[in-house]
């Protein structure tokens, strides 16, 4: 009887498409490393491909030495990754010391745009969107990232929220890891995680709390909290400020 009602059960939401969400397990997602061992062992591997993740923080929280850590790995094992710069600055001495081989890697520059008018920084958030959707479409990346960490938030509040689902639906069953770096949190998909970064004043850096979605790092250079919807997060991990 119990296998009879599982089956009609099953068969329902098969009919209404909810079945991969609501009968099956969490699958195996297959993830890029960031090569910083103890974020890694946090994020059970690193940032989920086929999922839109996050980096968010203010200035000077370490987003932006978070982002070429990962691209850097992507690149050092093989992989094509891209980075679209909204404002057109990325440094490329700090490529160098992230180990991030340029040969690997898909710059698209933005236009630098100090001091413009919200409708030039308008224009110029529209330009990387639609850069950021081509390389998306185009396929074999295994990082592609956003970056609008200098972006106004009132600039990215104002776009329609449809603009992360169609990212989403275009990311998702893909080898790709997609990766918005911004402000604040944004876009992330069901599976994808979101680092919240902020500044520490710490002298090591180590994994806290007992939430089962998130973890607080206190670091010598930067703080990261790990939040994802789907993975328990457990354990304590100290890693030095150089591995960044």
């Known amino acids: 009887m119990a296998n009879t009602s599982r089956t009609t059960l099953e068969a329902a939401l098969r009919g209404r498409k909810l079945d991969r969400t609501l009968t099956t397990a969490l699958p195996s997602i297959e993830r890029t490393p960031t090569d910083v061992a103890a974020l890694d062992a946090c994020l059970h591997g690193g940032c989920p491909r086929g999922q839109v993740s996050e980096i968010a923080g203010p200035p000077s929280s370490g987003r932006t030495a978070l982002l070429l850590a990962l691209v850097g790995a992507a690149t050092r094992h093989g992989e094509i990754a891209a980075i679209v710069d909204t404002f057109d600055r990325l440094d490329m001495a700090s490529t160098t010391a992230a180990g991030i081989d340029r040969t690997r890697l ?45 972006v106004p938030v009132a600039a990215l509040t104002r776009l329609p929220f449809t603009t992360w689902r169609r990212v989403q639906r275009m990311v998702e069953g893909s080898d790709t890891a997609c990766v918005i770096v911004a402000p604040q949190p944004l876009a992330r998909s069901a599976g994808g995680v979101t680092l919240l970064l902020s500044p520490s004043t710490t002298h090591t850096m180590r994994w806290t709390g007992n939430s089962n979605r998130s973890r607080l790092l206190a670091g010598l250079d930067v703080a990261v909290r790990v939040v994802s919807p789907r993975r328990r997060m457990d354990g304590e991990v100290v890693i030095t400020a150089s591995a960044l």
Request: aromatic share 6%; proline share 4%.
């Open 106 to 150: 898909l710059w698209v520059r933005g236009q630098a745009i100090a001091g413009s008018p919200p409708t030039g920084v308008e224009r110029a958030l529209d330009r990387a969107l639609k850069a950021f959707t081509l390389v998306l479409q185009a396929g074999g990346f295994g990082v592609v990232a956003l970056d609008v960490a200098d």
